[in-house]
T-cell receptor, first 114, second 111 residues
Framework: ETGVTQTPRHLVMGMTNKKSLKCEQHLGHNAMYWYKQSAKKPLELMFVYSLEERVENNSVPSRFSPECPNSSHLFLHLHTLQPEDSALYLC????FGGGNNEQFFGPGTRLTVL | SQQGEEDPQALSIQEGENATMNCSYKTSINNLQWYRQNSGRGLVHLILIRSNEREKHSGRLRVTLDTSKKSSSLLITASRAADTASYFCATDDGYGNKLVFGAGTILRVKS
């Protein structure tokens, strides 16, 4: 247990569905992250929030929409996804933003787009 | 763009043997981190080494950093079956803005 939880753990959705991934951290951290992990590819940073403000958007398609209502919660809203979006989506948090901190990861949501 | 690249891509050893994984990176860094990921799970932080450090230990883990060669190594001594996992190095992007991960080394420890 790292103190970062993600729900659901598994999600199967059609291309026309709308769904949301949820992440919650119980560590009092100020920064939260969404990563995409596809088979045989390095972890891809999608979004970074620091103090509830989005500070990084790594050219992610608009069919992925993040939301950070407070420093403990992070959502990833999904709509009109493509089969190539099937991947493991990982949430992480760290005490502060930037690349000089240890990041704490959740267990991930395994997403399958049919 | 990918900053760290691990070598080898896959490693299979017997329980009790040592496992060594290497990471090379391209730009100047402030720190380098190693993470472990069990199959289909989240990543777990193992160790962070700063650019002014050359070696760091944590239990059975030993990490070295050579900034002149832009490389790092992770040594796991007396490996156990439970060490079977993927291991990733991650560096800051040179500006301290974010972590950039490599593609990882898949380690299999046979009992």
């Amino acid at each position: 247990e790292t103190g970062v939880t993600q729900t659901p753990r598994h999600l199967v959705m059609g291309m026309t569905n709308k769904k949301s991934l949820k992440c919650e951290q119980h560590l009092g951290h100020n920064a939260m992250y969404w990563y995409k992990q596809s088979a045989k590819k390095p972890l891809e940073l999608m979004f970074v929030y620091s103090l509830e403000e989005r500070v990084e958007n790594n050219s992610v398609p608009s069919r992925f929409s993040p939301e950070c209502p407070n420093s403990s919660h992070l959502f990833l809203h999904l709509h009109t996804l493509q089969p190539e979006d099937s991947a493991l989506y990982l949430c992480a948090s760290s005490p502060f933003g930037g690349g000089n901190n240890e990041q704490f990861f959740g267990p991930g949501t395994r997403l399958t787009v049919l | 763009s990918q900053q760290g690249e691990e070598d080898p891509q896959a490693l299979s050893i017997q329980e009790g043997e040592n496992a060594t994984m290497n990471c090379s990176y391209k730009t100047s860094i402030n720190n380098l981190q190693w993470y472990r990921q069990n199959s289909g799970r989240g990543l777990v932080h193992l160790i962070l080494i700063r650019s002014n450090e050359r070696e760091k230990h944590s239990g059975r883990l030993r990490v070295t950093l050579d900034t002149s060669k832009k490389s790092s190594s992770l040594l796991i001594t007396a490996s156990r079956a439970a060490d079977t996992a993927s291991y990733f190095c991650a560096t800051d992007d040179g500006y301290g803005n974010k972590l950039v991960f490599g593609a990882g080394t898949i380690l299999r420890v046979k009992s």
